[in-house]
């Protein structure tokens, strides 16, 4: 990378040797320029470290209200119930939202950035897919593109992130149901397809270390998002060995925890609170249909409609306004929410 500064366009055309309105071109719609053209003009973004004032280059033109909105999977109802609330926002604001699910796979998230791209939004919130993202097609979007993430942070990229704070939905429920009974063992996927599963089992080993129990995490086979029925059968396995190591379960999602309470249900193991119960299970996100499992879910919230908002207004201001000074990351706390099955 080279020491020069650049600071403007005017300079950056000057030392890349293209023209002032090739260059403007390309900021405006890579794919207008030829691809040879396109590949001098990334290399020297890259070795003079020039990032554009998208924000200005914007209000030279004519807005769209276009607003994009994508997640990783939309049949998962946190995905929904989330999204649900930014479109509102969007809409109660006069903005076009377009709401995409890239159904967990990086090609098609690559896809979708690509189709938004060519329709130049005014601004776009992602939930990437996380360790699957290609972070590269995701940092190239953002130079173009306001771009604000949400649920899942890939660290320095995009103007903002918004979310929640994992370490607070773990310590809430690790607390309480050391308190309470049997400290948790952790039930989660070997290779989880949530983003935000590594940070919770992290908090848990955390917090276990410092309260002085013994952790153990159950890993369970099972790759996709169909967490319901992944949960449900490792819960069936680990019961048929006998295997759990206590009888306190604290799962990493409600859609695992759900699972699990289906594998309880169907051998005939009771789960609760109360003395006749077996097992207690509890979890994190506060899942729409977890106060509705039988028995009820004992759940760490999210604060859907903060980080709903926050998302959409910080989102606003970027498109609005001109720019952040610099990136933000939000993160709310969880809300420990106590139902029967712990």
Not at 135 to 154: G, M, Q, R, W, Y
Request: hydrophobic share 35%; glycine share 6%.
């Amino acid at each position: 990378m080279g020491d020069t500064k650049i600071r403007n366009m005017e300079e950056f055309a000057a030392v890349s040797g293209i023209s002032r309105p090739t260059v403007s071109k390309y900021f405006q719609d890579p794919d207008s320029v030829r691809k040879s053209t396109r590949a001098k003009i990334e290399e020297a973004l890259e070795r003079y470290d020039y990032r554009p004032n998208i924000y200005a280059i914007n209000q030279n033109r004519k807005l769209t209200k276009n607003i994009g909105i994508v997640v990783p999977y939309l049949a998962d109802p946190f995905f929904g119930e989330i999204a649900r609330n930014i479109e509102q926002r969007c809409i109660d604001a006069g903005y076009r939202p377009t709401l995409y699910s890239s159904h967990g796979s990086p090609q098609t998230e690559i896809e979708i950035l690509d189709d938004l791209r060519a329709h130049k939004p005014a601004g776009v919130l992602i939930a990437p897919l996380g360790r699957a993202t290609d972070k590269s097609a995701i940092e190239s979007f953002c130079k173009n593109v306001p771009t604000v993430l949400f649920d899942s942070n890939l660290e320095g990229l995009g103007e903002a992130f918004i979310g929640s704070d994992n370490y607070s939905f773990v310590m809430q429920t690790v607390e309480y149901l050391s308190r309470t009974g049997a400290p948790p063992a952790f039930f989660e996927m070997r290779d989880p397809a949530n983003p935000n599963a590594n940070k919770r089992r992290q908090a848990y080993l955390t917090i276990m270390d410092r309260l002085g129990f013994e952790p153990h995490v159950l890993k369970i086979d099972g790759t996709g998002w169909a967490f319901e029925e992944i949960g449900r059968q490792g819960a069936l396995k680990l019961l048929a060995e006998n295997a759990l190591p206590s009888d306190t379960v604290l799962c990493s999602n409600d859609r695992l925890a759900i699972g699990f309470l289906a594998a309880c249900f169907e051998q005939g193991i009771r789960v609760g609170r109360t003395k006749d119960c077996r097992l207690r299970v509890a979890s994190h996100d506060d899942h729409p249909f977890s106060r509705f499992t039988c028995p009820s879910l004992t759940t760490a919230a999210h604060d859907y409609e903060s980080v709903s908002n926050q998302s959409v207004e910080t989102l606003f201001r970027l498109v609005e306004g001109g720019g952040l000074s610099k990136r933000e990351e939000i993160r709310f706390p969880a809300r420990f929410i106590m139902r029967d099955s712990a």
